[in-house]
């Protein structure tokens, strides 16, 4: 059987084409490949080297449209035995091809020729065409003859026309020596004979009747040369002939030959012109042709020589001619009876002819599947020779299997696939459809997959091909490592191994093995290398653009679904960025990575090699880094990884088909599972690109990165070192806050960093930030006291959220290397950077309780209410000392107590500000009021103290109705005495008065040398006075004070001569002249009724009744008076003490007309109850004075 058969086989002639010496393979397929564009000679071109020497037997010579057909078989082939049954298969001519300057002998040239031809008997036309010739040659080459045709030195077109020349001549010579034939053949007849001739016994019969089926062989033999000669009416008559004569002998064989040609006439004579007649035609004939070769079969000789290789051969001819989609049914069936006919052949090569095409016809139909069977059965019959070109063979048909059973290598897949599967994914990349994943992976193959494989790893490692052995190899590996044992896949690893062992360095591999690669995620920025886009039109260009990492990602902007999902990946030329990645190691033996780094395919990134041992069964995350080298975009598809001896490629996206495959039950398992790695969501690839160098601001605080430990309360002064890291200079900076506790940054000496703009690469610049500790929650509280603890040898980290940060927004120029160009059309980025101030505050001091106190404190009469060496005492002394002479009634002091869990040693200073002793516009701040400091009090560790902060100070100066009074409701009449009150208005007035008296105590501490800071005493001192604030801040209306009014005619130096002691001191016995002062505190005068008592120590009136011991002159009650608004009323008496002793004075008063402020501060329920206003109680000491 022959190869590559069909109907119009019979009508192509036959030309060995034979290299003659010594030419260069290139120059030989070059040769070849201009023989081939002459496959088709019309009959038209060979008229002017046609001569006709005698009539020519071809009378129905179609001149004008006919042609001869050639098939130029390189290398010749063995004559066949049945060369005299069919002529098509007989080698009519031979081609001689010579390279002169590699042969320079013309006479060995046309030796060797001659003697080449002898193999071939059958050849009626014989030609040595000799290239490029010298021009010794050409003059040598003239005497050599015919045969030798030179073709001079020229360009491709002049030789294509030179050899189109010869070509015709070769046409003409072969048609001219078939007519002498055929004229023979008609005239002496000749003897045909095939080996099922040659193997019957020629007895006396069956001599008889060979001679009888003579003539019809003859005529069916000069219907073949008609057909080869392009005349099928001559050829059909013949062969219409050879019939009848076949018929009538029982010639069954001869006869399907003679009726095969006859179809092939009738095709060649319509000319490619094919309609349902004509294939019905063609089927009904052929039918008779397979019918008639099965009837020529002989059982005698069968097991030495069969006509079932025509019988097949014919039923191959007819699959063809009726091969397609509409006549599917039929041609399968006529391939399947062929399929089994081949188990019958005697001879394997024409078996494996069979199945070759067999498979053909399988693919040409469409069914890929079945083309592939029949493939495999083509490579068990390669295999079964043990030989490196039948195992060439067999690899090479068995690839062409492995897009039916999805086992294919990813080198055979086509650029566009492969421009898909490896390039940067477009934005809708990330839907993967289901029917690609069902193309690609299909579970119920897997054991005929891996059988598959198998073989073409057997066939390439017989055939000596590593490179072919290294990727069956991994594809069986990495696609059915859960099927195979793990003996088996240390065999599997072994063969990699030996591959690549035969392999050169180096060498690269589109089939990846082990292991898995997917991509795991592409990490943040650091906060110190955000970016962020840049308005150039804006001084804040930062706003509207929050950064989110690396990646420029707007939820909410305009645009479709699909742009809505982009997102971009911004990297800078020369900064390293990093990529994480997820290796898998399912199998059952240490994988060794020799080098696996990202897999660029833009010219703009260098990628950094690392290596990596995953353990058996085992999943790995490792970080992959590398660094932009130019600006544009960046595509990342995957990783090139070197293991096992070879480098390759692994895809992203093809390890994603494989885990959405194993999610949907297509194959076997999820490697990374498998490996007890956790279930992995679809990352996304963003769109990458680079820019230009940007500046890289560096920040670390001087004395460290650690956490930044302050007690409650601590205030302290950090340094902030700034560095620009980058190559470009920092031109514009701007320093903000965020985050938790913004209220702990008191200051930020901004001016520091703007006063070194531009911060050139390699600058720094210290930028000072003052701080201020929170207070510790109670959920923290114990934290922060396990902290204070250890704090001295443990720096601690601050609670997650809880720190500020500095957020420093800054840009580099706005031009790009000072190209308008791109100033014009790019502004490069900016950046941020996010300093955490990582405060870790500690608890300090503690807050027992806070409570309100009240002192008692009788003052003495003395000359004056104040006493004059108080002027020479310090404003702490004034704070913290008591005038004698003065006394403190109802004195109030806020106590809080304090308690000390640490380790270290607390100073608490008390500091209040009071207003301006001088008279002052009422109009000066607050803030510009003296600040007075009490006297420090030590807490040591783990012990408690109480802090005394006296309120007397701290009274208004005025009661008046503001306090009370708000907005008279409509209809009521504006009047100063009948204002109206609201209860809701008086608690925010108190409230205000709080946070006022608040704002002027200030409890600070200090510990060591460098520690320091406040107490937050708002909520202690807020409770504490939350129900005594009237009494601890209004004045009481009236005041009262007693003063003795001495003998003016006493010099000064007298008065100064006296001791402290006789300053307060009267004489019994004598008349002490006395006034009480009276002082509205109100912004109204006063009408009292006002009234002095003079009580011994027993607290009994000791100026009324029968035991008086203390006269008096004047009046001590039912004194009627006026006190005008904010001044002072004297009134004068006498008194004289019989008795040495201690006296009290006490003064009291009844308001008369009470407005409603006074009832308001006397907490009156009825307004007709009388306010009675009592003073503090004075004391008199009375000495024995002369009687």
């Known amino acids: 059987m022959e190869p590559d058969v069909s109907i119009e086989t019979l009508s192509i002639i036959r030309i060995a084409v034979l290299p003659i010496g010594t030419i260069p393979p290139a120059l030989l397929r070059d040769y070849h490949s201009m023989l081939l564009r002459h496959h088709t000679i019309a009959l038209s071109a060979i008229s002017s080297f046609y001569t006709e020497h005698q009539k020519s037997p071809f009378t129905n010579q179609p001149w004008e449209s006919g042609s001869l057909r050639f098939k130029f078989v390189l290398g010749g082939s063995p004559p066949s035995p049945w060369e005299d049954f069919q002529s098509n298969r007989k080698i009519l001519a031979v081609i001689g091809l010579c390279h002169c300057p590699s042969s320079p002998d013309l006479v060995s040239v046309t030796e060797n020729f001659n003697v080449a031809c002898k193999s071939y008997s059958s050849a009626l036309v014989r030609r040595c065409f000799a290239f490029c010739p010298g021009d010794s040659q050409l003059e040598e080459g003239d005497k050599k003859g015919e045969n030798l045709i030179l073709f001079p030195p020229s360009d491709k077109q002049t030789q294509e026309f030179h050899l189109q020349t010869m070509m015709q001549d070769i046409a003409a010579s072969l048609l001219m020596e078939f007519e002498k034939w055929v004229l023979k053949a008609e ?27 003579r003539l019809g062989r003859a005529q069916k033999t000069i219907g073949d040369y008609s057909l080869l000669a392009g005349s099928p009416v001559d050829a059909n008559a013949h062969y219409s002939t050879a019939l009848e004569l076949a018929r009538l002998t029982g010639d069954y064989f001869w006869y399907a030959g003679a009726l095969e040609g006859s179809v092939c006439a009738l095709l060649v004579d319509r000319m490619g012109q094919r309609d349902v007649a004509l294939e019905d035609e063609v089927r009904y004939r052929y039918t008779n042709v397979i019918l008639h070769y099965r009837k020529s079969f002989i059982q005698e000789i069968a097991q030495r020589v069969s006509p079932l290789s025509f019988e097949l051969e014919a039923t191959l001819k007819l699959a063809r001619f009726l091969c397609r989609r509409e006549l599917a049914k039929e041609v399968v069936e006529l391939l399947t009876n062929a399929a089994d006919g081949a188990k019958s052949l005697i001879d394997a090569s024409d078996r494996l002819i069979v199945y070759v095409e067999v498979a053909r016809l399988f693919g040409v139909l469409g069914y890929q599947r079945k083309a592939a069977f029949f493939c ?52 809708d990349s990330g839907k993967i459809h289901h029917h690609s994943i069902v193309s690609l992976f299909e579970s119920q193959w897997s054991s005929l997959q891996m059988v598959v494989l198998r073989e073409i790893l057997l066939s390439a490692v017989r055939a000596g091909d590593p490179l072919a052995a290294w990727s069956a190899a991994a594809r069986l590996l990495r696609w059915h490592y859960p099927l195979i044992t793990p003996s088996g896949q240390n065999g599997l690893a072994s063969s990699l191994a030996n591959s690549a062992d035969r392999l050169p360095s180096g060498t690269r591999c589109a089939d990846p093995a082990l292991p898995f690669v997917r991509l795991f995620s592409f990490p943040l920025h650091s906060s110190q290398v955000d970016i962020v886009k840049r308005n150039p039109a804006r001084e804040d260009w930062w706003t509207g653009s929050a950064p989110s ?10 645009g479709d679904a699909n742009e809505s999902s982009k997102q971009e990946l911004i990297w800078v030329v020369g900064e390293p960025v990093q990529v994480l990645v997820e290796l898998a190691n399912p199998c059952c033996f240490d994988l060794r990575v020799d080098s696996i780094y990202l897999s660029a395919h833009s010219r703009n990134f260098d990628a950094f090699p690392v290596s990596v041992d995953i353990p058996p069964n085992s999943a790995k995350v490792i970080t992959l880094s590398g660094i932009p080298t130019a600006v544009g975009p960046v595509t990342i598809p995957g990783c090139t990884v070197h293991c096992f001896g070879v480098i390759t490629e692994h895809v992203f996206r093809d390890v994603d088909n494989l885990l959405l495959g194993a999610a949907q039950g297509l194959v076997f398992s999820d490697p990374f599972r498998s490996c007890g790695s956790a279930k992995l969501r679809h990352v996304f690839v963003p769109n990458i690109s680079v820019v230009p160098p940007l500046p890289l601001l560096v920040a670390n605080v001087v004395g460290g990165d650690g956490a930044i430990i302050l007690y409650e309360g601590e205030i302290r002064e950090v340094c902030i070192n700034f560095a620009n890291a980058g190559t470009v200079p920092i031109e514009q900076a701007h320093v903000s806050l965020s985050g938790k506790n913004q209220d702990a940054v008191i200051s930020i000496a901004d001016e520091a960093l703007q006063s070194a703009l531009p911060l050139k690469p390699g600058a720094q610049v210290t930028l000072p930030v003052t701080l201020k500790a929170w207070h510790v929650g109670p959920v923290d509280s114990d934290n922060a006291v396990g902290g204070g603890r250890n704090a001295a040898g443990n720096t ?7 720190s500020p940060s500095l957020l420093i927004h800054y840009a580099g120029p706005v031009s790009n290397n000072g190209d308008p160009q791109e100033k014009e059309s790019v502004v490069p980025p900016g950046r941020r950077l996010v300093v955490p101030l990582q405060i870790c505050v500690l608890q300090g001091l503690s807050f027992v309780k806070a409570r309100l106190l009240s002192m008692e404190i009788p003052a003495h009469v ?4 104040r006493d004059e060496d108080n002027e020479t005492e310090s404003n702490t002394d004034r704070l ?11 004195l109030r002091f806020l106590e809080l107590e304090l308690s000390n869990p640490t380790d270290v040693v607390f100073e608490i200073s008390v500091f209040v500000q009071l207003e301006n002793t001088a008279k002052e516009d009422d109009s000066s701040p607050v803030q510009d009021s003296p600040e007075y400091e009490y006297p420090k009090t030590r807490i040591d560790r783990d012990y408690s103290a109480r802090v005394l902060i006296p309120l007397e100070h701290f009274k208004l100066p005025v009661l008046d109705g503001s306090f009370f009074t708000k907005d008279p409701p409509p209809g009521t009449p504006s009047s100063s005495r009948h204002p109206s009150f609201s209860e809701k208005n008086t608690k925010a007035e108190i409230n205000a008065l709080i946070k006022n008296l608040i704002s002027k105590i200030k409890v600070r501490w200090q510990s060591g040398r460098n520690s320091s800071g406040e107490l937050n005493i708002k909520d202690a001192i807020q409770t504490a006075l939350q129900t005594t604030v009237m009494d601890v801040l209004l004045p009481d209306p009236l005041t009262f004070g007693f003063r003795l009014v001495r003998n003016g005619l006493e010099t000064d130096s007298e008065k100064k001569a006296q001791s402290p002691l006789s300053k307060g001191s009267v004489l019994s016995h004598e008349v002490t002249p006395m006034e009480v002062l009276v002082r509205n505190n109100t912004s109204e005068a006063i009408k009292l009724n006002l009234s002095v008592t003079c009580r011994d120590v027993a607290g009994q009136n000791c100026a009324e009744g029968a035991d008086a011991t203390v006269l008096w002159a004047g009046a001590l009650s039912g004194i009627s008076m006026e006190v005008a608004p904010l001044q002072e009323t004297r009134h004068c008496f006498s008194l004289y003490f019989l008795v040495p002793g201690e006296y009290t004075m006490v003064a ?40």
């Open 1148 to 1187: 009291a008063a009844v308001i008369e007309d009470a407005n409603n402020v006074l009832r308001a501060r006397a907490r009156t329920a009825s307004p007709n109850e009388p306010i009675f206003c009592r003073g503090p109680p004075f004391h008199v000491r009375v000495t024995g004075g002369e009687m």
């Open 796 to 802: 601690g980290r601050p609670k997650d959220g809880t």
């Open 862 to 865: 003395g000359d004056s209410l």
């Open 187 to 213: 005239s002496a007849g000749t003897i045909l004979k095939t080996p099922l001739d040659s193997q019957a016994s020629l007895n006396s019969e069956e001599v008889i009747k060979a001679k009888k089926r």
């Open 880 to 890: 913290v000392k008591i005038n004698p002479f003065r006394g403190s009634w109802g």
């Open 376 to 427: 495999r059965q083509v490579a068990q019959l390669y295999l079964q020779q043990d030989n490196r070109l039948a195992a060439i063979s067999a690899m090479q048909v068995l690839s062409m299997t492995t897009d039916a059973y999805r086992i294919q290598s990813r080198a055979s897949v086509s650029k566009v696939s492969g421009n898909n599967e490896t390039g940067l994914r477009q934005p």
């Open 549 to 558: 990492g690396p990646f420029i990602y707007t939820p909410f902007s305009k």
